[in-house]
């Protein structure tokens, strides 16, 4: 049970700032665009520009899909984007006119807290002359990795390093490869390759991601009912007595009433912290360091922990920027669950339960 919730969580508990309406499919203008034959997919406009600007079908892949709307697993907001093999482009209207016109997802944080819930293993820190460590996310880079990354657009087109070196089988061809995992990329080395402009690959994130989303989760069974005996068995604690008709709530009383009190620093929805598995719950906190990186993390009823290593932004006065929600599943445990905030800098923790009833 404990692996297929951990599952659902990678897959559905996405962590994201509000809840935002559902948009419009976005209209592309068909001035400048560009059909590949190789995928029968067409790129227009800004997302032609900066496919063609920043390193092609070397850097970014064929396009995969159609230009669409989609929710941002970074802030919850619907953006239009569209998928490549090897990233995601995501138009940002509110940075027009500058570079930050088109941004590239996070499909490298994404991909990792998927596939490494708790870190991946066996990671070396490369410590050739002239590497350097990133304080932002405490990783290193150095050697091929360090020469590429600052060739081929830095932080902005692959973001901090999230890991340090370790051996990965790839998911196409099932060979190992050394790799590194950063915000928006994952560098595999190819020796194969090696003094050519192939020695370093970038893994086919947007692939991954696009066959992901497009793949929903197997439902859990559920359970075959026992045979009734002849003399069913009494419960040893009755459970508690419905509410009064006059006063009709919601959600049953079994199971919310055990939920400890709210913690006064973290703001619920629904407000009663307790629904059954489908319930989308969500929450805002406060309290944190101006400006920090706030780490989120979800823990089971059996004590189990999962979520890391999402992170959510605060603001000026230390409240998160919007809130965090978490989408449940009936295939989840029942039982009182809990969130926690923790400050990356000041590790100021705010804990919240809530509970999910049969």
């Given at each position: 049970?404990?692996?297929?919730?951990?599952?659902?969580?990678?897959?559905?508990?996405?962590?994201?700032?509000?809840?935002?309406?559902?948009?419009?499919?976005?209209?592309?203008?068909?001035?400048?665009?560009?059909?590949?034959?190789?995928?029968?997919?067409?790129?227009?406009?800004?997302?032609?520009?900066?496919?063609?600007?920043?390193?092609?079908?070397?850097?970014?892949?064929?396009?995969?899909?159609?230009?669409?709307?989609?929710?941002?697993?970074?802030?919850?907001?619907?953006?239009?984007?569209?998928?490549?093999?090897?990233?995601?482009?995501?138009?940002?209207?509110?940075?027009?006119?500058?570079?930050?016109?088109?941004?590239?997802?996070?499909?490298g944080v994404s991909y990792y807290a998927k596939n490494y819930p708790g870190g991946a293993p066996s990671q070396t820190p490369n410590a050739e002359a002239g590497s350097q460590t990133f304080v932002e996310t405490g990783k290193h880079l150095g050697g091929t990795f360090q020469?590429?990354?600052?060739?081929?657009?830095?932080?902005?087109?692959?973001?901090?390093?999230?890991?340090?070196?370790?051996?990965?089988?790839?998911?196409?061809?099932?060979?190992?490869?050394?790799?590194?995992?950063?915000?928006?990329?994952?560098?595999?080395?190819?020796?194969?390759?090696?003094?050519?402009?192939?020695?370093?690959?970038?893994?086919?994130?947007?692939?991954?991601?696009?066959?992901?989303?497009?793949?929903?989760?197997?439902?859990?069974?559920?359970?075959?009912?026992?045979?009734?005996?002849?003399?069913?068995?009494?419960?040893?604690?009755?459970?508690?007595?419905?509410?009064?008709?006059?006063?009709?709530?919601?959600?049953?009383?079994?199971?919310?009433?055990?939920?400890?009190?709210?913690?006064?620093?973290?703001?619920?929805?629904?407000?009663?912290?307790?629904?059954?598995?489908?319930?989308?719950?969500?929450?805002?906190?406060?309290g944190f360091t101006p400006n920090e990186s706030v780490g989120v993390y979800i823990t089971l009823p059996d004590g189990s922990v999962a979520g890391a290593p999402f992170q959510v932004d605060t603001d000026g006065e230390g409240n998160i920027l919007g809130g965090v929600s978490?989408?449940?599943?009936?295939?989840?445990?029942?039982?009182?669950?809990?969130?926690?905030?923790?400050?990356?800098?000041?590790?100021?923790?705010?804990?919240?339960?809530?509970?999910?009833?049969?």
């Open positions: 049970m404990k692996d297929n919730v951990l599952r659902w969580l990678r897959l559905s508990a996405v962590l994201m700032l509000a809840l935002p309406a559902f948009a419009a499919s976005p209209a592309v203008a068909q001035g400048n665009c560009r059909t590949f034959t190789e995928t029968g997919k067409t790129v227009c406009d800004k997302f032609l520009t900066y496919w063609n600007d920043n390193g092609g079908l070397a850097q970014q892949g064929f396009p995969i899909s159609d230009v669409k709307s989609e929710m941002s697993k970074t802030d919850g907001k619907i953006y239009t984007v569209q998928y490549f093999e090897r990233s995601v482009f995501e138009l940002h209207p509110e940075f027009a006119g500058t570079s930050n016109e088109v941004l590239l997802q996070l499909l020469r590429y990354w600052a060739s081929h657009g830095g932080l902005r087109q692959q973001g901090f390093p999230i890991s340090d070196e370790f051996l990965e089988t790839n998911a196409l061809d099932g060979k190992q490869y050394k790799v590194q995992y950063f915000e928006r990329a994952v560098f595999e080395y190819h020796p194969e390759f090696a003094g050519t402009a192939n020695e370093v690959l970038l893994s086919q994130l947007g692939t991954f991601t696009l066959r992901d989303n497009s793949t929903p989760p197997t439902a859990t069974p559920a359970p075959i009912p026992p045979t009734p005996t002849t003399a069913p068995v009494q419960p040893t604690t009755p459970p508690p007595p419905p509410p009064p008709a006059a006063t009709p709530t919601s959600a049953p009383v079994s199971g919310c009433a055990a939920l400890p009190p709210a913690n006064p620093n973290v703001i619920s929805i629904p407000a009663s912290r307790c629904g059954k598995g489908g319930t989308v719950f969500g929450w805002t906190a406060g978490f989408a449940t599943s009936p295939s989840f445990p029942t039982g009182i669950w809990a969130i926690t905030f923790e400050g990356v800098q000041s590790h100021t923790a705010r804990i919240e339960h809530f509970a999910i009833i049969p």
